[in-house]
């Protein structure tokens, strides 16, 4: 239901927080959902390659190129594809949208209901109980922007496409954040292929590619969207690297090598989920994105227990809607999660 705080003074401290600030160098990180510590061999090979023409500005063909890429990569047109330094920043544009009612549905990523009550837009929570599902979700009908993770982060949750399109409304924009939809294998529930006048979908390269030092990403939507958001913007905003990785990505090479890892980590999570369980760890399922929202007796507690062995552990409450009974843990391979059971089994619940 509709949070009535949502005009009172709110905590930016905890929205601004996020795994990375827990996983300190040497770490086991479960904490930050990136895929590995850095991009595959072949793309770093192709990012290297460029490193010479480092001395000259952007170009506008390759940033042509790279729009063109991610446009055959979802069926869309070039002018349909808006590139970002990271999803972040794209968030960020939310406010030149110029929403009179901004609604969005927790526990989900905080930097969208930030960057908007920054900008000074009224924000709304609508907050989802368990299992944080869209059934039976009220969004208030003069909100003329909705925000929606999909998968959700911290939840998991993978909600269905008919529930989000249901979202829509006359004169109202819906954003869906599908930052995790590459690591869902078939991408399956994804906005991304289809073309409406009232959704934008953004779209993070960052975790699946490892390329979170190098801010890559975009967004989906109608050329008028887009074009609003886009105003304002510094010229060259994405660099040539960033350029260039983006149409790497989205090539279907890679297309097909992320729908392999996305196979990778669900075989992993599905692994990984009943061993939690029997250390008596409350996991939330069903679970469809590269993270596991769990719950224990003392958060807070284990969440520094973990740090003194040297693993990190993403805090829970920082997400609306969600108390200080609940962290957030990456999906990670066996030998990880080997020595995550270990230090639990240690420590104790």
């Known amino acids: 239901m509709p949070d009535d705080t949502e005009y009172q003074d709110f905590d930016a401290a905890g929205l601004r927080h996020h795994g ?15 895929q590995g510590s850095a991009p595959p061999e072949w793309l770093r090979e192709r990012l290297a390659a460029r490193l010479g023409e480092l001395g000259r500005y952007p170009s506008a063909s390759d940033e042509w190129a790279a729009r063109v890429a991610v446009a055959a990569r979802h069926g869309r047109s070039a002018d349909e594809v808006l590139l970002l330094a990271g999803v972040a920043e794209g968030f960020a544009m939310l406010p030149r949208l110029g929403s ?8 989900s990523f905080t930097e969208p209901e930030l960057a908007l009550r920054e900008g000074g837009v009224p924000v709304t929570r609508v907050v989802l109980a368990a299992p944080y599902t869209l059934a039976g979700v009220v969004v208030p009908e003069d909100a003329d922007l909705v925000v929606v993770g999909n998968p959700t982060n911290p939840t998991s949750v993978l909600h269905a496409a008919e529930d989000l399109r249901a979202l829509r409304r006359p004169g109202r924009i819906v954003v869906v954040d599908e930052a995790f939809a590459d690591a869902v294998p078939g991408e399956s529930e994804s906005l991304a292929g289809e073309s409406y006048p009232d959704v934008l979908v953004f779209r993070s390269l960052t975790k699946t590619w490892a390329l979170a030092g190098l801010r890559c ?38 297309v097909a090598d992320a729908r392999r890892k996305a196979e990778r980590i669900s075989v992993d999570r599905a692994a990984m989920i009943p061993r939690l369980r029997a250390l008596g760890i409350e996991v939330h399922e069903p679970a469809h994105g590269p993270f596991l929202l769990i719950r224990v ?10 740090a003194d062995k040297g693993i990190a552990v993403r805090r829970g409450d920082t997400f609306p809607g969600l108390d200080t009974g609940y962290l957030r843990l990456a999906v990670r391979p066996a030998a990880e999660v080997d020595v995550l059971v270990a230090a639990v089994r240690d420590v104790g619940l």
């Open 20 to 34: 990375d600030v827990d996983a300190l160098p040497g770490m086991v990180d479960f904490a930050v959902n990136v």
């Open 100 to 107: 009179r009612l901004a609604a969005v549905i927790h526990p």
């Open 297 to 306: 007796p003392d958060a807070e507690l284990l969440r520094k227990q973990l």
């Open 217 to 254: 990403g975009y967004v989906l939507g109608a050329p008028e969207l887009l074009a609003r958001l886009n105003q304002g913007r510094a010229h060259w905003p994405l660099g040539t690297l960033q350029l260039e990785a983006i149409a790497a990505v989205s090539e279907p090479a890679a």
